[in-house]
């Protein structure tokens, strides 16, 4: 009896010791599927862990290596944007874990996932900015992220214009993918391991991140060929084009927005991006006109919404007769920085009407406002 009982114990371990060994050989099978890397490769990324590890603690710099980037090209890259070579690696090695994403709200509803580079991502990116994106040429019709341009250089040469049509495209910077950086740089004269690093350096996740420094220029660069056939639409049939961003605005004095809107779809298609059927409108005779949050309505200046204007006038006047403490309170705000903000927005509207002589007078008390505080 004690000899069967042994005997099922043996066979019983030695099952289980089979079943062990085949899901380990299984595990070890899927990590290397999954991972699509040779063993070099494999045995490259351990040896880089073992080397970090006793560099942490004995103070001495091991070599990075990264496969998938060419070594001379990240030499390059670092002295063309001013950081140590060791640096770059680091940050190359795991571009997502150098972003910190987040979700805000929409005006008009909805989410935004904003993906924001840590600090040494971002002086990279900015250096990317400086040294490399500022010197490309735009299309005029680019309005938005420029230099010396701002918001009304979009809307002015719409004013007066009887017919206005507004559309944006979906999604705009994530329908701008890595693999064209990569092409844009190469375009602009970069050795093709080179572009692949900067391109690296200005996506995450294969697009172009909302938050990063170099997208609002990259944006402007990849979309020249887009505006360029829009623009040249937009003559043939006597119209005027401006882009800000993503939003795309076409006007005229005679508009067959039945014959033009497919036309710009087939080119905004062609050039890799959708339009937003959700927000294309069609504006024409007495109907409220606003672009980019400004009104042409009055067809003479331009001016903010006047819903906008009530709103500002509304918060100006209870904080100078209550106080702020007291307006905050009744509004439910807790932001510190309220005020400055209420001030921006002022700004913001002197920008767009500089003879509202309300606007000034309101920044000169919150100011003083301010400094009492």
């Not at 490259?44 to 006793?54: M, N, P, Y």
């Not at 005229?252 to 298609?269: C, E, M, N, Y």
């Not at 409108?281 to 400004?294: A, C, E, Q």
Request: with cysteine; charged share 25%; aromatic share 8%.
């Amino acid at each position: 009896m004690n000899g069967i009982l042994i005997a099922v114990l043996i066979v019983t371990g030695l099952l289980i010791y089979k079943i062990i060994s085949s899901s380990r050989k299984q595990e070890g099978y899927k990590r290397w599927k999954a991972g699509n890397r040779s063993n070099t490769e494999d045995t490259t990324d351990t040896e880089t862990t073992r080397k970090g590890w006793f560099s942490r603690y004995f103070g001495t710099s091991a070599p990075i290596t990264i496969p998938w980037f060419d070594e001379e090209a990240v030499m390059k890259c670092a002295n063309l944007l001013g950081v140590e070579e060791v640096a770059l690696k680091e940050i190359l090695k795991d571009i997502p874990g150098h972003y910190r994403e987040f979700w805000i709200g929409k005006r008009k509803g909805g989410y935004r996932m904003i993906s924001a580079p840590d600090k040494d991502l971002k002086a990279i990116q900015d250096t990317i900015n400086h040294r490399v994106l500022s010197f490309v040429n735009l299309h005029p019709a680019a309005t938005g992220f420029r230099c010396k341009m701002s918001i009304s250089d979009n809307v002015r040469p719409h004013l007066g214009k009887p017919y206005v049509l507004k559309t944006d495209i979906h999604d705009f910077f994530g329908s701008i993918r890595s693999l064209r950086v990569r092409k844009m740089f190469e375009s602009m004269g970069y050795p093709p391991k080179i572009a692949r690093v900067l391109a690296a350096l200005c996506c995450v996740r294969r697009c172009l991140p909302q938050g990063a420094s170099t997208s609002p220029a990259l944006s402007n660069i990849i979309s020249y060929e887009m505006d360029k056939k829009l623009a040249a639409l937009a003559t043939e049939y006597n119209l005027v084009y401006t882009r800000y961003a993503d939003d795309l605005t076409f006007s005229g004095d005679v508009f067959s927005a039945q014959q033009i809107l497919p036309l710009i779809k087939q080119i905004i298609r062609e050039e890799k991006f959708e339009i937003n059927h959700k927000k294309t409108r069609f504006l024409s005779g007495h109907k409220r006109k606003i672009i980019t949050g400004v009104s042409i309505s009055s067809g003479v200046k331009l001016t903010i919404p006047k819903a906008k204007k009530r709103e500002i006038r509304k918060n100006v006047h209870f904080i100078l007769t209550k106080g702020l403490a007291e307006h905050q309170r009744r509004i439910g705000s807790h932001d510190p920085a309220y005020l400055k903000r209420l001030i921006g927005t002022l700004c913001y509207w002197r920008s767009i009407e500089p003879d509202n002589a309300y606007v000034s007078d309101s920044i000169a008390a919150l100011k003083g406002l301010e400094k009492g505080s």
